[in-house]
Nanobody, 117 residues
Framework: QVQLVESGGGLVRPGGSLRLSCAASGSNFTIHVMGWYRQAPGKQRELVATVTSAGRTNYADTSKGRFTLSRDGAKNTVHLQMNDLNPEDTAVYYC???????????WGQGTQVTVSS
């Protein structure tokens, strides 16, 4: 059973920065894709960014140029550096991990990010 433990959320002013981290533990399988999704009140969960075990990244259009996702493969840890935050980035951010063989999908408990003056 994989556990994803998130850290780094909080309150930040518009234009500020936050760094989210997610550490996976308990897996005997390769976690092929790790990343972040977010869900704002009244909205569906949406992609923020993902990275494969090979280091290939994928960003949502709203993340490009502001957010940077990195992965420490040896530790199954990902870090999301978020810069130039705005109120539209306010949401609960969820870490996600995907195992391809067997097909398994894991979620963290979520961490709140609030951007407000």
């Amino acid at each position: 059973q994989v556990q994803l433990v998130e850290s780094g959320g909080g309150l930040v002013r518009p234009g500020g920065s936050l760094r989210l981290s997610c550490a996976a533990s308990g897996s005997n399988f390769t976690i092929h894709v790790m990343g972040w999704y977010r869900q704002a009140p009244g909205k569906q969960r949406e992609l923020v960014a993902t990275v494969t075990s090979a280091g290939r990244t994928n960003y949502a259009d709203t993340s490009k140029g502001r957010f940077t996702l990195s992965r420490d493969g040896a530790k199954n840890t990902v870090h999301l550096q978020m810069n130039d935050l705005n109120p539209e980035d306010t949401a609960v951010y969820y870490c996600n991990g995907v195992v391809l063989t067997p097909p398994l999908n894991y979620w963290g408990q979520g961490t709140q990010v609030t951007v407000s003056s």
